[in-house]
């Protein structure tokens, strides 16, 4: 068992062009670990008090600046773990960064230049050179190659889906034992004899792989990759096996949204990114935290995968990629931190070692062999592994002898044979259960009755329970159709009296007002009432567009009002020009769908012209075939022509839509502007009219009311006329004064005799209001035409 800390790496990406470096220094001791210090000046923009820091000192096993050789890298950083593994261990190597840092670079490598061969291809390499060389044990090596893209984990060796699209890859699942090993469902394992094998399996995988260009880099890994090395060892006669395993991960880089922008897809998977790091934290502050119970390994694919790698059975080491650019300082500081937590962690490394079980079996098999020589030498029998007839014969006389004697001091000897025991012991409890069987029949047969009756018994109470809840059901509808059909019919029976007490009043109303009545103008007043009274079985609202209620008085005054307004004239001339503009869309609309099939036909033109001549072409070749067609040219110029004036029209179109749009919203807006000016005018002539002071001169023969207005918004309806008025002869026996007695007593009026024309009332206030604004504001208009009282 080896006991060691994670090993951390630094390695500082080259800078581009166009980027400016950060202030930085690195010092490599080669007696102890090396420091990187970065330094962050002071903004003058947050003032002169500032007490932000300025400087940050990390420490590294080793710190790899810009000059680095990818060769370099890998013989301080990966050849020690491939030792490792070649002498049993497990080993995992990772890359941590922001992206566009330099992780693929690191463990891949570049395609430019051999030079530029990354740890994954340098390792196979070194790996097959060792196994080469060593011939005293036989080595069996496999490969897997695994994909973890948003949290889910695809197999990229898969051989039935070479260069195929990710969602078509099979889909790898984890799987854990009760030891809590993990197992990847429909992960491939792929053998490789040599290195040549190896390398076309890691680029078949890197082709599979999920990249997209994102404002920080132009070739962004967007997921996890995990290149696994599996390798066994055994000496030629040892039962002992060797595995080992080798992990080569290329993690996906964390990248602050807010700073690259980006959208859509990207953003997604950047989200499922940053998750899975901030998971990946979480495992590395836990297990950094001495006295924690619960290492949170479950919470995304790749922290289980890489459970042995953190704090497990492996010797792991990370690098940590460095872009220094000034806009990346604060990325790589965020790095180094998270490098910091890594190595504290504590690894304990056992050599993972096996029986062959083949080989096992072959052992025992050998040491039983054994066993029967000796036994045969000291019996002097050659014993097989099944008694021979004869045996079996003289057993069963033996068996019979021993049951049929009386003396309970009899014994049945068989020798020290096992097999023979074994046969007589089975024999004996054969026959003891055949004795039980036959006493237990009987028994049986009565229970089993019973068992059937009482089974029929409860099928029936069963069936019969059954039955009785589906009546109830039955009853209850019927009783619930019942009660809804009740109440139906009630409703509709007091609207019907309403209806009809309304009308009795209102002709009890008019009938008091017809023995009142005497002269031309009184009769003229209760037709006018009459015709009145006849219009309240009308419907009583006229909706607005507005949401509002209009009554038929003032909807009769709006239409006037509306004849007469200043921008009538404007509404009928953009109703004239949309309706022009919509002829117009419907024939652009047809000529379109026209263009658009005679393009599609001058097209399957072409297509058959093509056929005719490969046609040609094969049953008599010649030169001619070969030079243009005129007719396909031909066909090609229509085609373009067709497409111009297509065009043409559709832009036309889209212009008419517009216009169409503007045309809708303008009388929108006068429509909505004129009846804001007919309510405002409406509430004029109302305060108008309330403002007046009544004048209370009649005839003998004539009542005039002038009741409280109400608001244009207000509408009649049938109830209003529940308070009629009635006359009291006893109250004036002369007859010379007419008396109204309302229900309502502030309407109680005395009035004298008036020559004007006579409005016909109800003794509601409400509708009476309504009928001397509406004849009011009928006769303002009326004047207003010049008519007068004509």
Known sequence: MVKETIRVYARVKPLGRRQQAGIYSVDNDEKSLSSLEIIVPRDLADGFVNNKQESYKFKFQKIFDQEAKQDVVFDNIAKPVAECVLAGYNGTIFAYGQTGSGKTFTITGGAERYSDRGIIPRTLSYIFDQLQKDGSKVYTTHVSYLEIYNECGYDLLDPRHEASRLKDLPKVTIMEDPDQNIHLKNLSLQQATNEEEALNLLFLGDTNRMIAETPMNQASSRSHCIFTIHISSKEPGSATIRRSKLHLVDLAGSERVAKTGVGGHILTEAKYINLSLHHLEQVIIALAEKNRSHIPYRNSMMTSVLRDSLGGNCMTTMIATLSVDRRNIDESISTCRFAQRVALIKNEAVLNEEIDPTLMIIKLKKEIQELKDELMLVTGKQRTSELSQEELLQLDELIETFIEDNDPDSTLDVGADMRKIKYCFIHLKLMNDSKMTDKNLPLQHNS???????????????????????????????????????????????????????????????CVNLEESQSPASSSSLKEAKDFSSSVHRPPFLSRQTGGKMSLGCQEAFEVFKQDHADSITIEDNKELLKQRYAEAKCLGEKLNKVRNTINHLKGEITQRHIQ???????????????????????????????????????????????????????????MKLQKDFEVWWSEEAQKLQQEKPEMVSSSNTVTVYPQLRKPSQHLSINSFSETTRVSPSEDPAGKNNSIISSNPISKTRTPASSSTSIPLTGDSQADADILAFMKARQNILQKKGLGNK
């Open 448 to 510: 089993e009755e019973k068992d059937t009756n009482k089974e029929v018994g409860e099928e029936e109470l069963k069936k019969l329970k059954e039955l009785l809840q589906q009546r109830d059901n039955e009853i209850n509808v019927l009783v619930n159709m019942l009660k809804r059909e009740k109440k139906r019919a009630q409703e509709a029976l007091f609207q019907l009296n309403a209806a009809s007490a309304g009308s009795t009043v209102l002709e009890q109303s008019l």
């Open 613 to 671: 001549r490969a046609v040609l072409a094969i049953s008599s070749p010649s030169e001619e075939l070969n030079t243009l067609d005129p007719v396909e040219e031909q066909l090609r110029t229509q085609i373009e022509e067709e497409k111009k004036s297509y065009k043409t029209m559709f832009n036309r179109l889209k212009g008419l839509k517009v216009e169409i749009e503007h045309l809708q919203l303008l009388m929108e807006k006068a429509k």
